[in-house]
């Protein structure tokens, strides 16, 4: 079945949710079950109306109501969608599920239950009635329905298979749905200039819906348009992109002490990203805040980044950028931007957005980089791909591997394919190169295998004449500038 044109992107989840669609969930034929997650704003709802449409299928979006009222709202869209009319009324979800699956007879249709955790607040007891009608002797036995279950809280949708729910193992496909990666991000903006491409996601991130529904399709002319089209945009009360951070936290069920979660968020904004450097800047115990950070990190709002080469140091990032953004700049300033300061607010800010978001944000993207081009670059699988601290004891000091790639573990040293440094506004000299070198002799000296390891150099400012030299005398030695990470035509 033909993507629409209207769709961007999402080929693999298409390709994956078209295969879903035929599928016979046992020997006898039925209905099969998909779980479709990911986080809010990221066109879930619209992939899967086109789905819908293009295979005469049924859609029904679920709202925040009483279970009587769901259950009228959603029998009366199966009656609408399939033309099939119960033959009394329905007062249960129970009654609710069989009329969905007997309304879908013959071949497989598609039927979508958008924001699914709006009915299982009012109703838990939903997602056992659809094991049980899925399973034998139930309604979809004999039902052609492809029933796909979507929602955007993460900590509600990620536990409907896990360990022992009702639906483990009843789903044939769980599909998540990630923001667009930063070169699709770029294209789906329209924007060619990469160190514009590279700011505008800093802010935005790869959410589709940011692009037209929250800053009314506004977008940079250029580079000389990007100051202004922060404080129009972003910084501008008028704008729903202005709240939309906000709106992020107090959206997810689990979050009900925002307070504290708003400061965890600032804390790893801040560049506090270990949980000592948090509790710090919280002001409390270690403990204390253990349980916020599994919450983020279940909502998919924190990602936790374990040290690649072992050490027991862990790195907590903030998955959006809007948020990094919100925490950083404009949580301490809001009175001022919601008078209309947005330009002063935005040129006492400078430096703030350069070492706290740029640089962060240009580090993650030289990730990305490697984990998506491993054999073009590396020439094999990168098993890990993170950052790393390195102890020096010669000089008392660490050195901060910011892209940091091993290979698959062995019964030998575990071979270290490449160290990276990433800088957004320095310019890479011969400096760097030495720390990556001397990075590599101490992790060689730690039985890791670093003979064949690549050194990599990432630099938006660009590179000094030594390390050029370097590069063009050694093979494995790279020099990634912004043209790289966003080639032309890509």
């Known amino acids: 079945m033909e993507k629409p044109a209207s769709v961007f992107d999402r080929h693999q989840e298409w390709a994956g949710l078209t295969a879903f669609l035929p599928a016979t969930g046992s020997a006898a034929g039925g209905a099969t079950l998909c779980v479709v997650l990911g986080r809010r704003r990221q066109g879930k709802s619209y992939l899967l109306r086109a789905l819908a449409e293009a295979a005469d299928g049924v859609y029904f979006g679920a709202t925040e109501a009483t279970e009587a009222e769901s259950i009228r709202q959603f029998t009366r869209s199966i009656s609408q969608q399939t033309g099939h009319v119960p033959r009394a009324d329905v007062h249960t979800w129970d009654e609710a599920v069989r009329h969905m699956f007997t309304s879908v007879q013959g071949s497989p249709r598609p039927v979508v239950i958008d924001e699914f955790p709006f009915l299982t607040a009012a109703s838990p007891a939903l997602p056992s009635i659809l094991q049980r009608e899925l399973g034998p002797g139930g309604s979809g036995a004999d039902s052609s329905a492809r029933l796909i279950l979507?929602?955007?809280?993460?900590?509600?949708?990620?536990?409907?298979?896990?360990?022992?729910?009702?639906?483990?193992?009843?789903?044939?496909?769980?599909?998540i749905i990630r923001p667009f990666g930063y070169r699709d991000a770029a294209e789906f903006w329209g924007i060619g200039d990469p160190r514009l491409a590279m700011l505008v996601h800093s802010v935005v991130g790869g959410t589709p819906a940011y692009r037209y529904e929250f800053n009314r399709g506004d977008v940079p002319t250029d580079l000389g348009d990007f100051d202004a089209w922060i404080t129009r945009t972003v910084l501008n009360p008028q704008v729903p992109?202005?709240?939309?951070?906000?709106?992020?936290?107090?959206?997810?069920?689990?979050?009900?002490?925002?307070?504290?979660?708003?400061?965890?968020?600032?804390?790893?904004?801040?560049?506090?990203?270990?949980?000592?450097g948090i509790a710090n800047y919280v002001g409390r115990k270690s403990a204390e805040i253990a349980h916020p950070l599994r919450v983020l990190d279940d909502c998919g709002l924190i990602e936790r980044q374990p040290d690649t080469f072992g050490a027991k140091r862990v790195q907590?990032?903030?998955?959006?950028?809007l948020i990094t953004f919100y925490e950083a700049i404009m949580r301490t300033r809001w009175t001022a931007l919601e008078s209309g300061r947005a330009a002063q607010v935005w040129e006492s800010v400078q430096h703030t957005f350069k070492t706290q978001i740029l640089g962060p944000h240009f580090e993650s993207i030289c990730r990305s980089y490697v984990r998506d081009h491993d054999f073009e670059i590396l020439g094999e699988f990168a098993d890990r791909v993170g950052n790393a601290v390195v102890n020096d004891p010669r000089s008392r000091t660490q050195i901060e591997i910011d892209v940091a790639v091993t290979a698959a573990e062995s019964a030998d040293r575990?071979?270290?394919?490449?160290?990276?440094?990433?800088?957004?506004?320095?310019?890479?000299?011969?400096?760097?190169?030495?720390?990556?070198?001397?990075?590599?002799?101490?992790l060689n000296e730690r039985k890791f295998d670093t003979a064949d390891a690549h050194l990599m150099l990432f630099s938006a400012a660009g590179f000094a004449e030594g390390v050029q030299a370097a590069a063009a005398s050694n093979s494995r030695i790279h020099l990634v500038g912004l043209e790289q990470l966003y080639p032309e035509g890509n």
Not at 256 to 261: G, K, T
């Open 150 to 175: 979507c929602g955007s809280a993460l900590s509600v949708m990620g536990k409907l298979l896990s360990g022992t729910a009702p639906l483990r193992g009843r789903a044939g496909l769980e599909l």
């Open 414 to 442: 575990r071979r270290v394919l490449a160290l990276g440094e990433a800088k957004w506004g320095e310019i890479i000299d011969t400096g760097h190169l030495d720390r990556l070198l001397r990075a590599r002799e101490l």
């Open 316 to 321: 907590y990032r903030i998955s959006e950028p």
């Open 241 to 276: 992109l202005f709240r939309e951070a906000r709106y992020l936290l107090s959206e997810e069920p689990d979050i009900r002490d925002p307070a504290i979660y708003q400061s965890v968020l600032a804390a790893i904004a801040a560049g506090n990203c270990t949980n000592g």
